[in-house]
Each structure stands twice: as structure tokens, then as C-alpha cells.
């Protein structure tokens, strides 16, 4: 028996928003950011649980699960504007394209070396999809694919965010590696990436309108309602997250001045991943995750040396320079918002926005790469 029982929705509520309220304030400190806010949201679930506060089988996880996820699916891709992305990110979206493969070639490879048991197939969905997208597509693709080993899942996420940290660590220290600089003619006291020309727009300086907000949540519902009548019409429910994804991206390229204009949409998009992480967390055995972990990490180191073998190797071939190289490596594996602060932290200002719009291609097709995986060794 738990302290909020099952059938309380309300007290429910008032706990999974509150955490998900308190991470997102945590997560704006210095010590948030170190431990990044889907490993903070993911530990409050299963030390709830794990301590008999809340129960994993509460009536609020399956309206996150069935109507929350899809819907923060469109949310998050309001920005995916394809035109936007192929004319502006040039080089880094080429190096991008070459760190997917990679990510493609090391899933491959992780899976023919490692013993991940009757799960492969899932494993293999998420890995792919989180190391092409992010944490979106990870969400997405796990949600699709039915996939509801909450310890493994769990034990997914954890991997994922110490080994990308690891990770985030060695692509900040390559350019000051000597031969690294020299064998792609990197000078770092060049002046080729100095000249900020983005026109990337600040959405924090906009203020949030309940206008926008309500219309952002209106149109997502709505694509998600179609996409499932779609899904139903060719008797492949399963394909809902496809054609969701598909409708979201051709609109968001056909009315971009509008859709990009909601900027309320991707920060609740974010809240609702963050509430799904916190149902994942409370139907974690800890100790479970934990065994799980060592072998789902070693998982993650796998995919991310094939990653960046390939991007390396292809990229020098290709003579593309080391910057755009390490910014479409971080676009790939860790997202748009760590690919621009690394752009900028370095210097590489013309690169920022490269970085957005080469990430948020990654998050509009992911999801069609890991269910492909999945169903490919499924």
C-alpha cells in the first residue's frame, strides 16, 4: 500500500507537478545542469515509489502515457522547418548525416557484441533514436513500440546520460588536441567562425501568452487525433508516431512564420517528456536498474566510438572542418540545445544556429529511424 493510493488523481497530479516544477527551477542551477534534469526527474520517481509514497499503477500515468506523449511529440516539433534546415545549416548538417550512420552502424555493432537479451529489438529502437534525436525521439520511439520495461527503460535513460556527458566532455576537448587540429587544418585563432551572421531568435525574451499556449495544445491534439484516424484507416496503429511526425514537420516547413512563432509549445512539450520520465522512474526495482545499467552502458560506449570513428573518418574525407564536425557530432547525440552552448562557448558563433536547426532535424527523424530498427530485428 502507498501513501497516495492508485485511484487519487488529484493528489497525483499535485506530486507529479510539483517534482516536475521544482526539477525545471533545479535545472536552470549549477548543479542541475551537472546532473541534467531527466536523471533528477527519473530518481524523485523511483525513490517515491521505491518508499511506498506513490504507486506505479496510478490512473494519471496512463493518460501521460496515451494522450501526454504523442502530444509533446508535436509539440516538440514545431520547429522542424525543413526548407530552413537545408539551406541554412550547410556543412554541419553533412557532418550530422555522417554521425547518424554512425550511430546506425554502432547500434549494429553493440547488438551483435553484447547479450541484451529478448529486448534487442526495443534496445536497439531507443539507443537509436535518442543518439540520432535525443531524449524527444527516446520518448517517442519507447511509446511507439510499446516498449514498458520500466527498469530497463530506466536503466536506459541513466546509460544514456552518464555516458553523453562523458561524451559532451571529449568533443570539447578534441580541438586542443594537437593532432586532431592539424589533421583538419583547425587553427583556433582563426577568424573563419568569429562573424555571428545567425538571426536565431532569443523565444525566452518572448513573453508567454495563455493565447498561444491554448492554440499551440489545439493543433497538437488535433494532428494526433488525425494521425490516429490515419493509423486505423490502413490498420497499422502502430504507425501513429510516423505520420504524427510527418504531419508536424510539413507543416511546421509550410507555415513556419506561424508555427515557429508558438514558442509556448516546446517548453510544455518538455514538462509533459519530463512527467513521462517521472511514470518511468516509479516502476523502477532499483537495484534492477542498476545491474541493468553496466550493460546498457557499455551499450552507449559502443554506439558513440562507432559514432565518432565514422563522422571523423567521412568528414576528413569529405574536408569538412573540425568545428562543423564537432557541432553536428553534438546536434546528433545530445540535441540542439548542448550543440548551440558548445558553438558559442567556443567561438564558433556562426555556427549556433546551425547547431538549432541541425538538432531539431534530428528530433523529425529519429522516431522514423528507430521504429525502422526496431521492426527491421523485431
Not at 558548445?342 to 521504429?371: E, H
Request: aromatic share 10%; proline share 3%.
Amino acid at each position: 500500500m502507498s501513501l497516495i493510493p492508485a485511484d487519487n488523481d488529484f493528489a497525483m497530479w499535485a506530486v507529479l507537478l510539483l517534482i516536475v516544477g521544482i526539477v525545471l527551477k533545479l535545472e536552470k542551477t549549477d548543479l542541475g545542469q551537472k546532473i541534467s534534469g531527466t536523471i533528477m526527474i527519473l530518481v524523485s520517481g523511483a525513490v517515491l515509489a521505491n518508499f511506498n509514497i506513490i504507486s506505479s499503477s496510478n490512473n494519471v500515468f496512463g493518460a501521460i502515457n496515451s494522450t501526454g506523449v504523442p502530444v509533446a511529440i508535436v509539440l516538440l516539433l514545431f520547429n522542424a522547418n525543413l526548407k530552413k534546415i537545408f539551406m541554412e545549416s550547410g556543412w554541419t548538417l553533412v557532418a550530422f548525416s555522417f554521425g547518424a550512420l554512425g550511430t546506425f552502424l554502432g547500434v549494429l555493432l553493440g547488438i551483435t557484441l553484447l547479450p541484451l537479451g529478448e529486448k534487442t529489438p526495443e534496445l536497439a529502437g531507443i539507443f537509436s533514436a535518442t543518439y540520432i534525436g535525443g531524449s524527444v525521439n527516446f520518448v517517442g520511439v519507447s511509446n511507439a513500440i510499446g516498449f514498458d520495461d520500466s527498469n530497463l527503460l530506466a536503466a536506459s535513460v541513466a546509460a544514456d546520460n552518464v555516458v553523453g556527458t562523458l561524451f559532451m566532455v571529449l568533443l570539447l576537448a578534441i580541438p586542443s588536441m594537437k593532432f586532431m587540429a592539424k589533421a583538419f587544418g583547425y587553427d583556433a585563432h582563426g577568424s573563419k567562425y568569429l562573424d555571428d551572421q545567425s538571426e536565431l531568435e532569443d523565444e525566452a525574451e518572448k513573453p508567454f501568452s495563455i493565447e498561444r499556449a491554448i492554440l499551440s495544445l489545439g493543433i497538437s491534439f488535433l494532428i494526433v487525433w488525425v494521425s490516429g484516424a490515419i493509423s486505423d484507416l490502413i490498420g497499422f496503429p502502430a504507425a501513429q508516431l510516423l505520420i504524427l511526425t510527418a504531419i508536424t514537420v510539413a507543416m511546421a516547413t509550410a507555415f513556419h512564420e506561424k508555427v515557429s512563432g508558438l514558442v509556448e509549445a516546446f517548453p510544455i512539450g518538455i514538462a509533459v517528456m519530463y512527467m513521462f520520465l517521472f511514470m518511468i522512474g516509479s516502476g523502477v526495482d532499483i537495484l534492477t536498474m542498476i545491474e541493468s545499467g553496466m550493460l546498457l552502458a557499455l551499450f552507449a560506449f559502443i554506439i558513440l566510438v562507432t559514432h565518432l570513428v565514422t563522422i571523423m573518418t567521412l568528414s576528413k574525407i569529405f574536408k569538412i572542418g573540425l568545428p562543423e564536425v564537432l557541432v553536428g557530432s553534438n546536434a546528433c547525440i545530445l540535441g540542439p540545445p548542448t550543440a548551440a552552448a558548445m558553438a558559442g562557448a567556443m567561438g564558433w558563433r556562426t555556427l549556433v544556429t546551425p547547431a538549432v536547426l541541425t538538432g531539431t532535424f534530428g528530433y523529425a527523424t529519429a522516431n522514423f529511424v528507430g521504429v525502422t530498427l526496431y521492426g527491421m530485428l523485431g
